[in-house]
C-alpha cells in the first residue's frame, strides 16, 4: 500500500500537476475521488474546513497546497530531484510567478468560453469560492485582455525553452511542473488549438515530454477508507512548540478558515493540530506563503 493518499478528482489542474509528479518519480499513490464542488463531507474531517484540491493524507498527516505538497513528496523521495542542481530557490520563484499570474487569466479564459454551459450549482459553488460572481458575460468581455497577458507570460516560457528541454536546463524543475499544469488545463478545456492562438506552439515540444511522465502507479481508494487510515494512525512527532489556539486560511481564494492548535511553525510552513470524532487526531500543514496565520 502506498503512502500517499491523494483526494483529488480527474478535472482539477492542480491535482494534474501532483499527479504529473508522481510520473516523474514513478511513485506509487492511491486516489480518492472527490466532489468537484461544495459538499465534501468525506473530506472536511480531514481538513478542518479547508476545501481547495488536492489534499495529500500520509496517515494522519494532511498537507494542504501544491507548493507544500511538491515539498513533502520531494523530501520522502529526493530522487530525480523536483529542484536538480542548484534550483531550489529559482524552481520556487518560478512557481509563485505561474501561480500567481498566469493560472487566473487561464481560468478566465476557459469560463469566458464555456461559463454558459456548466451547471448552476458550479456557478454558485464557484462563486463563493473566489468571492465574486461567476459572471459569464463579464468573463467574455475580459477574455481578449486574458489572452493578451497569457501570450505576454507564454512568450518568456518559450524563451526559457528556445535552447534547453526545460525551464530550468536539463531535467524538469517544480517550475516545469506548475508551468504544465496550466497549459494542461487550458488544452483540456479549449482543445489544442488554443495552443496557437495563446503563443504556445514553439513550447509544444516541451509539453508533450512533461504530459510522457503520466502518473506514477495510481490505485483508487475509498473515501471512508482513507478516514480510518487517518483515524488508526498517528500524526509524525514534531517538536510541539505549544503556541496557543490559530486560524489559517488562504489568502486568494477559498478562504475558509481552519482552526486549531499551533505545534510548528517556521519560514516555509505552519502546522496545526486538530481533533475530529471521524479520524480522531490529525497535523495539517499549510506553506507560509499564500496563507495567512492569525490568533484564534
Same mark, same amino acid.
Request: neutral net charge; hydrophobic residues 45%.
Given at each position: 500500500?502506498?503512502?500517499?493518499?491523494?483526494?483529488?478528482?480527474?478535472?482539477?489542474?492542480?491535482?494534474?500537476?501532483?499527479?504529473?509528479?508522481?510520473?516523474?518519480? $514513478?511513485?506509487? /499513490?492511491?486516489?480518492?475521488?472527490?466532489? *468537484?464542488?461544495?459538499?465534501?463531507?468525506?473530506?472536511?474531517?480531514?481538513?478542518?474546513?479547508?476545501?481547495?484540491?488536492?489534499?495529500?493524507?500520509?496517515?494522519? #498527516? @494532511?498537507?494542504?497546497?501544491?507548493?507544500?505538497?511538491? %515539498?513533502?513528496?520531494?523530501?520522502?523521495?529526493?530522487?530525480?530531484?523536483?529542484?536538480?542542481?542548484?534550483?531550489? #530557490?529559482?524552481?520556487?520563484?518560478?512557481?509563485?510567478? @505561474?501561480?500567481?499570474?498566469?493560472?487566473?487569466?487561464?481560468?478566465? *479564459? @476557459?469560463?469566458? !468560453?464555456?461559463?454558459?454551459? *456548466?451547471?448552476?450549482?458550479?456557478?454558485?459553488?464557484?462563486?463563493?469560492?473566489?468571492?465574486?460572481?461567476?459572471?459569464?458575460?463579464?468573463?467574455?468581455?475580459?477574455?481578449?485582455?486574458?489572452?493578451?497577458?497569457?501570450?505576454?507570460?507564454?512568450? /518568456?516560457?518559450?524563451?526559457?525553452?528556445?535552447?534547453?528541454?526545460?525551464?530550468?536546463?536539463?531535467?524538469?524543475?517544480? !517550475?516545469?511542473?506548475?508551468?504544465?499544469? *496550466?497549459? /494542461?488545463?487550458?488544452?483540456?478545456?479549449?482543445?489544442?488549438?488554443?495552443?496557437?492562438?495563446?503563443?504556445?506552439?514553439? !513550447?509544444?515540444?516541451?509539453?508533450?515530454?512533461?504530459?510522457?511522465?503520466?502518473?506514477?502507479?495510481?490505485?483508487?481508494?475509498?473515501?471512508?477508507? $482513507?478516514?480510518?487510515?487517518?483515524?488508526?494512525? %498517528?500524526?509524525?512527532?514534531?517538536?510541539?512548540?505549544?503556541?496557543?489556539? $490559530?486560524?489559517?486560511?488562504?489568502? %486568494?481564494?477559498?478562504?475558509?478558515?481552519?482552526?486549531?492548535?499551533?505545534?510548528?511553525?517556521?519560514?516555509?510552513?505552519?502546522?496545526?493540530?486538530?481533533? #475530529?470524532?471521524?479520524?480522531?487526531?490529525?497535523?495539517?500543514?499549510?506553506?507560509? !506563503?499564500?496563507?495567512?496565520?492569525?490568533?484564534?
Amino acid at each position: 500500500m502506498s503512502e500517499f493518499i491523494l483526494h483529488q478528482y480527474p478535472a482539477s489542474p492542480y491535482s494534474e500537476k501532483v499527479r504529473a509528479v508522481f510520473g516523474r518519480k $514513478a511513485l506509487p /499513490w492511491q486516489a480518492v475521488t472527490i466532489p *468537484v464542488i461544495m459538499p465534501k463531507p468525506e473530506l472536511m474531517p480531514l481538513t478542518g474546513g479547508y476545501r481547495k484540491t488536492p489534499v495529500l493524507q500520509i496517515g494522519a #498527516d @494532511i498537507y494542504c497546497d501544491t507548493l507544500l505538497i511538491l %515539498d513533502e513528496i520531494e523530501r520522502r523521495h529526493p530522487a530525480p530531484s523536483l529542484y536538480p542542481g542548484d534550483t531550489e #530557490d529559482q524552481a520556487k520563484a518560478l512557481s509563485w510567478w @505561474i501561480e500567481r499570474t498566469c493560472f487566473g487569466p487561464a481560468a478566465a *479564459v @476557459i469560463f469566458a !468560453a464555456v461559463g454558459d454551459r *456548466v451547471p448552476q450549482a458550479f456557478k454558485d459553488d464557484r462563486a463563493r469560492f473566489s468571492g465574486r460572481d461567476f459572471d459569464p458575460a463579464k468573463m467574455q468581455a475580459a477574455a481578449p485582455a486574458m489572452r493578451d497577458t497569457l501570450r505576454a507570460h507564454f512568450a /518568456w516560457l518559450a524563451g526559457m525553452l528556445r535552447n534547453r528541454p526545460f525551464m530550468l536546463g536539463g531535467e524538469p524543475s517544480a !517550475a516545469d511542473f506548475a508551468a504544465y499544469h *496550466v497549459i /494542461w488545463f487550458l488544452l483540456r478545456n479549449l482543445g489544442e488549438g488554443i495552443a496557437a492562438e495563446l503563443g504556445l506552439a514553439a !513550447a509544444m515540444p516541451w509539453y508533450e515530454r512533461m504530459k510522457a511522465f503520466g502518473h506514477g502507479e495510481r490505485s483508487e481508494l475509498d473515501a471512508q477508507a $482513507a478516514l480510518e487510515i487517518a483515524r488508526k494512525a %498517528d500524526p509524525a512527532p514534531l517538536q510541539d512548540q505549544a503556541l496557543g489556539k $490559530a486560524v489559517v486560511m488562504a489568502d %486568494d481564494t477559498g478562504r475558509d478558515p481552519v482552526e486549531g492548535e499551533l505545534v510548528a511553525l517556521d519560514e516555509a510552513r505552519v502546522v496545526l493540530r486538530r481533533s #475530529d470524532p471521524q479520524v480522531g487526531l490529525v497535523h495539517l500543514h499549510f506553506p507560509r !506563503a499564500g496563507f495567512i496565520l492569525r490568533r484564534a
